[in-house]
């Protein structure tokens, strides 16, 4: 499934129906976002923790590599991998994550690691063009697709 976004608006409206379904999700959700610099990584991530009740700032993780937020009793976790070199870089920040962790891990730059094949684990390939960003989605999550499905990013109600 692929959605066209071309402003913030539209990106908030995606967020929201976002954070929508993980605040209902029981688990754990991995998102790869992977995209070149100046995509909406970042921004989308922003746009779901607000949606879902962040209050305070969402910095990007490019520069900390990670950032930790608690909402509504839920553990989540925004990574920039850009800088890191391998697999044991990732598991040096202290990230534990097995198939009976629940939360939120949001990736940027994933290519830098290996899935993890467990949890519920959502493929979101970020790209830009001239005229609006694109986002495709891959999971095998059907009420996520659903949620998704039923945006319209260009008529928001």
């Known amino acids: 499934m692929k959605i066209d976004i071309s402003n913030l608006k539209q990106t908030e409206l995606l967020g929201e129906k976002i954070a929508e379904f993980l605040i209902s999700f ?25 949606a ?5 700032a969402v910095k990007s993780p490019t520069f ?7 909402i509504a009793d ?3 976790f925004h990574s920039d991998l850009y800088r890191l070199e391998n697999q044991n870089d990732f598991e040096m920040l202290g990230v534990e994550i097995n198939e009976n962790s629940k939360g939120i891990l949001f990736i ?9 094949n ?12 001239s ?27």
């Open 108 to 116: 940027e730059w994933p290519e830098k690691i290996s899935n993890f």
């Open 52 to 56: 879902m009740g962040w209050k305070g």
């Open 118 to 129: 467990f949890g519920e684990e959502f493929f979101l390939k970020l790209s830009l063009s």
């Open 26 to 50: 029981n688990g754990l959700a991995i998102f790869y976002l992977d995209g070149e610099l100046g995509t909406g990584k970042t921004t989308l991530v922003r746009e779901i923790l607000k």
């Open 74 to 76: 839920k553990d989540i």
């Open 131 to 157: 005229q609006n960003r694109s986002i495709e989605f891959k999971t095998t999550n059907k009420k996520f697709l659903n949620c998704i499905d039923r945006i319209n990013i260009d008529n928001p109600i």
């Open 64 to 70: 900390s590599i990670l950032e930790e937020y608690c």
